[in-house]
């Protein structure tokens, strides 16, 4: 098994009829997917999408792929190709045509109005092609066929690449649901044609590796809901990603059902199903959404939103309900409030937190952990082995996971009957060339998080972001000292700001006559130079503060020369 190595050095040139895989996100987290293909001098790029940002980040808004690597080759890009409308697929499309606005977007038609919508904010016009499953385009030297996958969201594609280095297959995200609700099967006649012809390498989805067996059937999530609805005496508030169009109907049918009207919260939400609606993927029965001013005049027991905040996001329209900032609604007892979405891993705290919030407030909580109220939209342990055993690739490269996603599938990969040394576990930007047939890790290019702080992108760094922290956990303490220029005794001061520690203004008073003493013995030392004597101070407040509370605050020592 080949392991990514982080003293890699830059690649070496691509040999010629060779094909260079480069993924610059989407591997060792789950999100921020982007891989840039190079063959024959032309990029093509699949996928460019964010992550969302943990509580270690705090500030930072989304976190983009590192685009540099490929900045002084935006000419050379034939295309940028989108398996499916999810954030953490097209977030970051905006970001990387405001450097070259006319790249072409390929995708789905819903994947594309998606994109379009986002782009228009920005006041950005893409060059859009339309693609279905079953239908190839030349990009370039890369022929691209799509497949139809089911997902979580309508018109996923797979990907199929052929270049005369060898024929590449790009799953998507994607499951293998036997009864989906629009009918649209992952199409495993087509995965098993081109195991015929020969796949040189797979890149697939790991996401659900550890779990073992086969996905629930979507079907089996109405019943539930409609089951729900019917023993809800309340106001019903159900929270689901903006992107889930199937889930949403499963919610208007079961309203129309109970007789209840639906209004929907949270503007992606509001946009998103303005989109399905206008190309006929959601249904709604006439009269049955309406606004939140005409919702909020009809009896609780005929009520239901449909809202954003399934992950626990603090501004989402279920966040605000949770902390009583939402304008609209206030949670009370008898309200029933559905979680129909799964937890993307890292948002854990911030889900159960919500929970809690609502619970506290009287409503009745229902998610996954209590009822099947939702599904994955990723592939278990039992369909990866079996898209393994129809596809039969040359090398596996698990992409779209953790670490421990990655290193699951590519086990999976080895059950199935690969060479080790034909499965690459690759991080963001390690470089695999496929020559010859196998897939080999050559090299490593620069790929760092990219964190949009408000209007700003890229300007924050990691040391930044460990001072946020530090600012976070141990506080602040601003020291001001006034020092004889000449002789560098203390002559003012000490004097002490403090965030976040005791409200006692008297606390820090053991530490003023220490900063002094320090300072005298600097100055009967000789030592004078401003910057020496603020290092003086913030070990001495430092080694204080660690002894009496326990805790490294950001200090910030101020000497004033008189």
């Known amino acids: 098994m080949i392991v990514a190595h982080p003293e890699l050095s830059p690649p070496p040139p691509l040999p010629d009829g060779g094909l260079r895989i480069t993924p610059l996100g989407g591997l060792g987290a789950i999100g921020r997917n982007m891989t840039v293909f190079e063959h024959a001098g032309k990029l093509l790029i699949v996928d460019c999408g964010v992550l969302f940002p943990d509580v270690d980040q705090p500030g930072v808004d989304l976190i983009l792929p590192d685009f540099a690597p490929i900045l002084d080759r935006l000419a050379d890009v034939q295309a940028i190709v989108l398996t499916h409308g999810h954030e953490d697929h097209i977030g970051a499309v905006p970001y990387l045509l405001a450097h070259k606005p006319d790249i072409p977007l390929v995708g789905s038609q819903f994947t594309l109005a998606l994109v379009e919508a986002k782009l228009a904010e920005r006041r950005i016009q893409p060059y859009t092609l339309t693609v279905t499953e079953g239908q190839t385009e030349s990009l370039g030297p890369f022929s691209c066929e799509f497949f139809a996958v089911n997902h979580s969201i309508p018109d996923a594609l797979a990907v199929a690449i052929r270049t005369t280095a060898g024929l590449v297959l790009h799953t998507g995200d994607f499951k293998m649901d036997q009864l989906p609700l629009d009918g649209r099967l ?151 409030i559905v979680l129909a979405s799964s937890l993307v891993p890292g948002n854990e705290t911030a889900v159960y937190r919500v929970i809690n919030q609502l619970s506290r407030a009287g409503a009745t909580v229902i998610h996954k952990d209590v009822a099947k109220v939702h599904v994955s939209g990723h592939a278990p342990a039992g369909e990866l082995l079996y898209l393994l055993n129809i596809v039969r690739p040359s090398n596996l490269m698990p992409v779209h996971g953790e670490w421990r996603h990655l290193r699951a599938h590519a086990r999976l990969g080895i ?148």
């Open 186 to 336: 992952t199409d495993l006649n087509g995965f098993a044609r081109l195991g015929a012809e020969g796949v040189d390498l797979l890149l697939s989805d790991s996401t659900n590796a550890e779990v073992p067996g086969f996905v629930t059937p979507e079907r089996e999530i109405g019943p539930v809901l409609e089951r729900t609805f019917a023993k809800a005496s309340g106001r019903i508030i159900v929270a689901s990603f903006a992107s889930h169009v199937h889930r949403v109907q499963q919610v208007f049918d079961a309203a129309q059902l109970h007789g209840r009207k639906v209004a929907l919260i949270g503007r992606s939400m509001v946009r998103n199903m303005g989109i399905a609606r206008d190309l006929g993927l959601l249904r709604i029965p006439k009269g049955l959404v309406v606004g939140m001013d005409e919702l909020m005049t009809l009896p609780p027991e005929q009520m239901v939103l449909m809202s954003t905040g399934s992950q626990g996001e603090p501004m989402s329209a279920l966040g605000r309900m949770a902390t009583g900032d939402h304008r609209h609604v206030t949670i009370e007892s008898g309200d029933t």
């Open 415 to 562: 059950e199935s009957g690969l060479d080790p040394d034909r499965i690459v576990l690759c991080e963001d930007g390690d470089v695999v060339d496929l020559v010859d047939g196998h897939a080999r890790l050559v090299g490593r290019v620069r790929s760092r998080y990219v964190y949009v702080d408000g209007l700003a992108v890229g300007d924050v760094s990691e040391s930044l972001l460990t001072e946020r922290r530090i600012l976070g956990d141990g506080g602040f303490i601003a020291t001001t000292v006034v020092v004889d220029s000449v002789n560098g005794k203390v002559v003012g001061g000490p004097t002490l700001s403090t965030k976040g520690f005791s409200e006692d203004p008297s606390a820090f008073d053991p530490v003023l006559p220490l900063i002094t003493e320090a300072l005298n013995r600097a100055a009967q030392d000789g030592i004078t130079d401003p910057h020496q004597l603020q290092q003086i101070v913030r070990r001495t407040v430092g080694r204080w503060v660690n002894e009496a509370y326990r805790r490294r605050p950001m200090i910030v020592p101020n000497v004033v020369e008189v």
